[in-house]
């Protein structure tokens, strides 16, 4: 979120803090959101750029030193002459995020504390759809829990989950309306985890996994702060993060962003939500994998498959070798990805189009296609500026964005982890 969303309304307003529990919990939050934007400030600082008397921070800054939130990082000069000022960065190594993906054939895992350093980063082979919902929830709980119990021997104590799913997501209430390539309909994915999780019981936040990507790209990716952004998935389904004016839209109901399912060929395959010649039929890492490697088409598939990630990897081989079966592929697959592009890019006008997962993998084969058919088809020359830009996180990105999500609801309120159970030991 920008400064200008965590500023203290002004007195009359109706979102004024109406007492001083609510107060002092929104200046925590003012003062953790300017360190977390920033690598570092001083005091000074931080009063000016959050409007908080210099006092205010100081007390502030007390409390949070003790909580061990923040702390003290050295020395900045200011000026030729002048007091010296004693800079603070956020800290929180003992306060943890959890980030979690469950996608068609595998459940990934992103660990972090409170300052963003990484303490876990897994992806579990699992099949997730011929297992069913009861069967991936019980596995999902054991990967968190396993995750959990890693992060505490690190001395972090996780403080929430984040999950990412292909999916329509209704975020309020942590229900995944339709996963059409899960065969899931209005699951209770939030309650059902935090039951599952037994012992660690944690608040679990749910999200589409597109969404949660753009906000890890946004965040820390190849186009960081770029406040006009679009990221696509590259996985058996094609989804869409847009950012606008550093903004996640979400739309009237929340369900923006469904690009892989935009009708592209009236005459294509069926797609998995039951309507044909959808963009990821044509895009999606199944439908590159039926004309890359038809012996190992997902179609034909009667046991666990191979992860994504090792199959991506055999085509990007035989792509280096010359095999012109799979470099027709990739062209094919290459064209298609810049048609549905331009009709982001005449929609949006981002200023990139970020691509994870497979189309990461193979951006150097798959990008020049794609960029020559956006460049042919965008409307005004203006645009064609926009640029396919590969992802640094690879398939990665969503975990990563589950546990972003969950440090924003901690600085959001951080009086959630200044609690007993959470104290940090003595250094």
């Known amino acids: ?32 959101r300017h360190l977390h934007d920033h690598a570092s400030a001083s005091r000074a600082d931080i009063a000016e750029a959050t409007g908080l008397h210099r006092a205010t921070v100081s007390n502030l800054m007390t409390e949070l030193l003790e909580w061990r939130l923040v702390r003290e990082v050295g020395i900045e000069h200011v000026g030729a002459v002048g007091r010296p ?58 990967v968190a829990r396993e995750a959990g119990e890693a992060m505490r021997r690190a001395g972090t104590i996780p403080a929430g989950v984040g999950v990412a799913v292909p999916a329509l997501v209704d975020v309020a209430r942590g229900v995944v309306a339709f996963a059409p390539n899960l065969n899931w309909r209005d699951l209770p994915l939030a309650a059902r985890l935090s039951s599952a999780l037994g012992p660690m019981r944690l608040p679990v936040a749910v999200d589409n996994d597109a969404n ?40 009237a109901d929340g369900l923006a962003g469904e690009v892989g399912h935009l009708p592209v060929d009236p005459a294509g395959d069926m797609c998995g939500c039951g309507r044909q010649g959808c963009w990821e039929t044509k895009v999606g890492l199944a439908a ?66 970020v691509v994870g997962g497979y189309f990461a993998t193979l951006a150097e084969w798959l990008l020049p296609h794609a960029q020559a058919e956006l460049t042919r088809l965008v409307v005004g020359s203006p645009a064609a500026q926009c640029r396919f830009i590969a992802s640094g996180f690879g398939f990665g990105a969503p975990s990563r964005g589950a546990a972003t999500i969950v440090v924003n609801q901690l600085i959001d309120d951080p009086t959630a982890i200044m609690d007993p159970t959470l104290r940090p030991a003595a250094p």
Do not use: C
């Not at 965590?6 to 929104?26: D, E, V």
């Not at 990630?309 to 079966?325: F, W």
């Open 1 to 32: 979120m920008t400064q200008e969303q965590h500023l203290i309304p002004t007195a009359g307003t109706a979102t004024q803090p109406t007492s001083p529990a609510a107060l002092r919990r929104t200046n925590l939050s003012l003062v953790l």
């Open 85 to 142: 000022r004693r800079a603070v960065a956020l800290h929180g190594a003992h306060v943890g995020a959890l980030g979690l993906e469950i996608n068609v054939d595998y459940i990934a895992v992103h660990g972090t504390d409170l300052s963003g350093r990484a303490l876990v980063e897994r992806r579990v082979t699992f099949d997730t759809v011929g297992s069913g919902p009861d069967r991936s929830l019980r596995r999902l709980a054991l």
């Open 212 to 251: 949660l990507a753009a906000l890890a790209e946004y965040s820390s990716g190849v186009a960081a702060g770029t406040p006009h952004l679009v990221y696509l998935t590259g996985e058996v389904g094609v989804g869409g993060g847009v950012i606008i004016d550093g903004k996640l839209l979400r739309g």
């Open 288 to 353: 590159l994998v039926r004309t890359a490697m038809p012996e190992q088409s997902y179609e034909l598939a009667d046991e666990l498959v191979p992860d994504p990630e090792e199959r991506v990897m055999e085509i990007a081989r035989g792509l280096a070798s010359g095999d012109r079966r799979m470099l027709d592929a990739v062209a094919h697959v290459g064209k298609w990805l810049g048609l549905g592009g331009s009709i982001i890019v005449n929609l949006f006008n981002p200023g990139a189009i």
